[in-house]
């Protein structure tokens, strides 16, 4: 009996010891991860709707940003025309300047990104996030976060919703936003359904209709994002999709939320002129409201658009990127860098989705408060301050 018990201690002290250095090993999440990232784009067609933008079926041109090869390292980054057409269209630099002000010439210069084009994807199995961009958006209008996700381990799908994004193109054919009231309400039932299709088209790729994807896509780990009116259709398909088991919607909420008990991780910037202060109050409203694991993560000095690549397209945009006011007094505002947003934007996802959707403890939540009250700096890592945040959970 002694020599079993000395067995079974020598057994538990073993285990003690490969614990901490399991979660050790994660990578820091504010980093890039461990893997080179390739992005390819590809048009999924679903021939069951009709699209009014085009009167042909429902087509969704689509980013994937993934896990590539090692020889992927050094090859030359993708530019930013190479998310549209490969630049191939004359429409396309008029279109991108009347609807942003954005020179293409010179973003497709500056353009920063770490995603190499058609790379090879590594073996593995990694799990699915869909990404939803805002009312106007485009679908690379947050490729630092997708791209910052695949280097983590994760396939990332970002769909332009075709008639709702800025501009698309549809076998070669300039499809710009479609305004007003109906469009819009047209657009909010089909983005839901957008993100399901997609689930369902990446099911066959990962089962092999595609080779490049056969067998390494997780579809029992699934999560859904998205910026603005993307935000809301992160609520929508969350209640409609069951295959959906996380959500992190930036800016954005829907009226009314059903499944409330998935795990929630909302970002909200406290000076957010395009929702305002009754709409940015819903947002907390439907935080508090969340019967699942619930984070919140608040940035000061930050705007709508804070989360998004508009700081690289069109650095004095506003409400969140450049300089405005503050929706409170009208004060006049710098809004916080990107240099500060987009490392806790992204460490916080990836630590969440990392908890959430794969598992890693490693990854557990921890907090302490600020000595300048009612401040909070928390985090989902260990030891690491985040003093521009204003509040969490």
């Not at 994937?64 to 190479?82: F, H, M, Q, V």
């Not at 280097?151 to 193109?169: E, I, R």
């Not at 029992?220 to 609520?235: C, L, M, N, P, V």
């Not at 630590?351 to 600020?370: D, I, M, N, P, V």
Request: charged share 20%; aromatic share 10%.
């Amino acid at each position: 009996m002694t020599k079993n018990l000395l067995l079974f201690c020598v057994v538990c002290l073993c285990l003690a010891a490969v614990a901490p250095a399991e979660e050790a090993a994660l990578p820091d999440p504010e980093k890039p991860g461990p893997y080179p990232v390739g992005v390819t784009t590809m048009t999924f067609t679903d021939a069951s709707r009709q699209d009014p933008a085009t009167g042909g079926p429902r087509t969704l041109p689509t980013d994937i940003w993934y896990p590539a090869t090692d020889e992927t390292r050094g090859l030359p980054p993708n530019k930013l025309s190479d998310f549209l057409l490969r630049n191939q269209s004359p429409e396309l630099a008029l279109l991108l300047y009347a609807g942003f002000g954005v020179d293409l010439a010179e973003a497709d210069r500056t353009f920063q990104n770490f995603a190499v084009r058609d790379a090879r994807i590594r073996d593995g199995q990694f799990p699915l996030i869909l990404f939803s961009h805002g009312n106007g958006g485009l679908r690379m209008q947050n490729a630092f976060w997708c791209e910052h996700l695949a280097s983590h381990g994760y396939v990332v799908m970002a769909p332009d919703h075709t008639g709702n994004c800025a501009v698309t193109f549809v076998a070669g054919v300039p499809v710009p936003m479609q305004q007003g009231a109906e469009a819009r309400d047209r657009s909010a039932a089909d983005r839901p359904k957008d993100l399901s299709f997609l689930i369902d088209q990446m099911t066959l790729m990962a089962k092999g209709n595609d080779s490049r994807f056969h067998g390494r896509v997780d579809l029992d780990r699934i999560a859904a994002a998205g910026h603005s009116f993307g935000g809301f259709t992160s609520f929508w398909v969350s209640d409609a999709e069951p295959r959906v088991k996380a959500i992190l919607p930036m800016a954005g909420a829907a009226p009314e939320w059903k499944r409330t008990d998935i795990p929630l991780m909302l970002f909200i910037a406290a000076e957010d002129d395009t929702l305002g202060l009754d709409r940015m109050g819903h947002l907390r409203n439907v935080w508090a409201k969340a019967a699942g694991p619930r984070y919140r993560v608040e940035f000061r000095n930050a705007g709508h658009f804070s989360f998004t690549e508009m700081y690289q397209l069109k650095p004095d945009f506003g409400d969140g990127v450049g300089a405005g006011k503050r929706i409170t007094n009208g004060e006049p505002l710098t809004y916080v860098a990107r240099e500060a947003v987009f490392p806790l934007v992204n460490g916080y996802s990836t630590a969440f989705l990392g908890k959430h959707l794969k598992g890693q403890e490693g990854y557990a939540a921890t907090s302490r408060r600020t000595t300048t009250p009612p401040s909070w700096t928390t985090n989902l890592f260990p030891n690491r301050p985040v003093p521009i945040l204003r509040r969490f959970w």
